[in-house]
């Protein structure tokens, strides 16, 4: 309600009218206030008109409204009112005045809230009056758009100066501005030291990206001592400033107890709040932790969810965590198709461990002509740029005809380049060699690659390799070093080398026999589904050879193989059956 003094002031003085309503509007009388700033506005009073305007943005003692907003505090902008022309410039930054253009921007890692988009140009122009006019926040804010506008508008040198002013005027972006133009150009322990120390004032005036990046640094040991203990805590505070990357740090800190007592609770749910707020990087995490399990089974349905959003966002590693679990129905339904898309997509971000998947996935018959064409264009593309995982793969599609036509010339050529310093393809070259595809067959140059591969510890190639020793082909004939080979890719997991070991221990090679040990290793391969396995076990526990008889548990096992495609387990089956109806 206006009062009789108000009123009085107002009919006076445009200038009195202004000073009573400066008084009003600290006592929190918005509304009157308000009316008396519009009086002084009228009368052409510039700080008046700042005031009328910025009322109109806050809502202060008056609707909200940006148009009439922006409108009086381009007046007073144009009367040459620094504090106009200096929110003036952030309104333009932001899109919350004038028309639409291109392009987009942040202040000081905060992302305006307008649908309209920056307009750089006229936010340039008032914040270089304000700077001009001695306004250190504007000065900060020309800074900015000099560093982080529009290519044609940068200027870094002149941008470093605004800050250096800013700064010097004691304003908190002034200092963050510094400090992020200081590491730009760091180089040594001194300039980091100097990016510290400005990003540190800006801290303590409460930025929250300022006290993110202090963290970063003293996480680092960069331009501050190392210390964990103090990254974590302005991790925290920046996560409570709501910064999500502190955020993030912060949740994982509590995971992992770096710096800070471990909390697992505590942590997921930090990181659940970066990734609720966009961070890629977070939801992964989350990911990882539905995933990985830990005092619960794992829960794959709800690690997808996380993954799919980390992988949207385009984080690699998300990408081919997706794939596999629609690779293998891990909570998803199961869908080669789907998983080699999210191969795809983590391929092309260059993720290695993804182009070695999506190739496998190709090989094995599934994805599409098109899948096939553009995954052979993706490693073309990274082997011509140098990448030897890229060769190799280019190697083993050209070899197998993945959306190619096979060349096993090219192919050999490709997986020469790659074998220079990529185990699998050493093993690929190798073989390629051994069978003469592409050029002249060389057992000893092949069985020479094989043996590279496989002292690179790569299971196929051990077995290949004792394969090799078992039969003498492209050097000597040794069993003993054929059976090593074997135990330690059994060892490692590989199927076929546990049955390997099973064969030599059983008699009819040049290494002593023990049958006991023999069918333990075969029961070892017979369990992971080895037909081979299952039809020799059944046969050891029906004749004893490796220790008791067990006509029950010999059965269960030559049935097994039956199923498995060994055709040999249903004589062993007949001649079980008609020793026990002889036996009754």
């Not at 909200?64 to 907003?69: E, I, P, T, Y």
């Not at 988009?117 to 006019?133: C, R």
């Not at 920046?238 to 710096?259: D, F, I, M, P, T």
């Not at 590279?452 to 394969?467: C, F, Y």
Request: with cysteine; glycine share 12%.
């Amino acid at each position: 309600m206006i009062t009789l003094i108000d009123r009085i002031v107002s009919a006076g003085s445009p200038v009195a009218a202004l000073k009573r309503g400066i008084q009003l509007d600290e006592q929190g009388f918005s509304g009157r206030s308000f009316a008396l700033f519009s009086r002084a506005a009228r009368a052409g009073l510039p700080e008046a008109q700042f005031r009328v305007g910025r009322a109109y943005l806050k809502g202060s003692g008056v609707p909200v409204s940006r148009r009439d907003g922006a409108a009086w505090l381009e007046r007073a902008a144009q009367a040459g009112w620094v504090e106009a022309q200096t929110l003036l410039a952030t309104l333009y930054l932001y899109g919350l005045a004038g028309k639409k253009q291109k392009g987009g921007g942040q202040l000081f890692g905060r992302a305006g809230t307008a649908t309209d988009e920056p307009d750089f140009p006229e936010a340039l122009k008032w914040a270089k009056m304000g700077a001009e006019g001695g306004s250190p926040e504007a000065q900060a804010l020309l800074a900015y758009i000099l560093t982080s506008g529009p290519e044609e508008m940068r200027d870094l040198e002149s941008a470093d100066e605004w800050y250096q002013k800013s700064a010097a005027a004691n304003c908190a972006q002034g200092h963050l501005g510094l400090g992020l133009a200081k590491l730009r150009v760091a180089k040594d322990d001194a300039s980091h030291a100097e990016a510290a120390n400005a990003l540190k004032r800006a801290a303590d005036s409460g930025l929250p990206t300022a006290v993110y990046l202090l963290g970063v640094m003293h996480e680092r040991g960069s331009g501050v001592p190392q210390s964990l203990e103090q990254a974590a805590q302005y991790y925290k505070q920046a996560a409570e400033k709501n910064v999500r990357s502190g955020q993030a740090r912060w949740g994982l800190a509590l995971l992992e107890g770096r710096g800070v007592t471990k909390n697992q609770v505590e942590g997921e749910s930090w990181l659940r709040r970066a990734a609720n707020a966009g961070d890629r990087e977070a939801a992964a995490l989350v990911g990882d932790i539905y995933a990985r399990g830990g005092d619960l089974p794992p829960n794959y349905a709800e690690a997808a969810i996380w993954y799919n959003r980390a992988a949207e966002a385009g984080h690699p590693g998300a990408a081919r965590a997706l794939g596999l679990l629609f690779l293998t129905g891990a909570g998803v339904h199961r869908d080669p198709d789907e998983a080699g898309r999210w191969f795809r997509r983590a391929a092309e971000s260059g993720d290695r461990q993804a182009q070695a998947d999506l190739a496998n996935l190709l090989l094995s018959g599934n994805g599409s002509d098109e899948d096939r064409s553009r995954t052979r264009e993706l490693f073309e593309q990274a082997a011509g740029s140098g990448d030897l995982v890229a060769a190799f793969n280019l190697g083993v599609c050209l070899a197998e005809g993945v959306g190619v036509e096979r060349d096993d010339r090219r192919a050999m050529l490709w997986l020469r380049r790659a074998a220079d310093g990529v185990v699998n393809a050493q093993y690929w070259y190798g073989r390629l060699l051994m069978e003469g595809r592409g050029m002249e067959a060389d057992p000893v140059e092949g069985r020479n690659w094989i043996a590279r591969a496989a002292e690179g510890n790569m299971s196929d190639a051990q077995v290949a390799l004792g394969e090799l020793l078992l039969a003498g082909t492209g050097g000597e004939r040794n069993h003993d070093k054929a059976l090593a080979l074997f135990r330690k890719a059994a060892e490692a997991g590989h199927v076929g080398a546990l049955f390997a070991v099973g064969a030599m221990l059983g008699g009819g090679h040049d290494v002593k026999e023990d049958k006991a040990e023999a069918q333990a290793w075969y029961r070892r391969a017979a369990e992971k589904g080895h037909g081979h396995a299952m039809l020799m076990l059944g046969r050891f526990l029906m004749r004893g050879l490796g220790g008791d008889v067990d006509i029950h548990e010999a059965r269960k096992w030559l049935q097994k193989a039956e199923a498995a495609g060994m055709t040999e387990a249903t004589a062993d089956l007949a001649r079980l059956n008609s020793t026990e109806t002889a036996a009754d």
